[in-house]
């Protein structure tokens, strides 16, 4: 069985002021805030545009690539 090499957040929740610091720091292990848009083709000025909002577009984008 592989240990946990790493966290991904996401929602609301990856955007709370310094939480990824918070949890790499007192566990260990490298912690990220998704982005539910990586492996989609997009523009990237709209994607800059809402940058601090696409963590909470994961469960619209993941019912959108199930169409």
């Known amino acids: 069985e592989d240990p946990v090499a790493s966290i991904v957040l996401s ?3 990856s955007g709370m002021p310094e ?3 918070f949890i790499t720091q007192n566990l260990g292990l490298e912690t990220t805030a998704g982005d539910p848009f ?3 083709i997009k ?3 709209i994607a800059k545009s ?3 909002y696409i963590p909470l577009y994961g469960t619209a984008v993941g019912l ?3 169409i």
Do not use: F, H, M, T
């Open 11 to 13: 929602g609301g929740v």
């Open 19 to 21: 939480l990824i610091p």
């Open 38 to 40: 990586s492996k989609i």
């Open 43 to 45: 523009d990237e000025r």
């Open 50 to 52: 809402i940058g601090a």
């Open 64 to 66: 959108a690539q199930n």
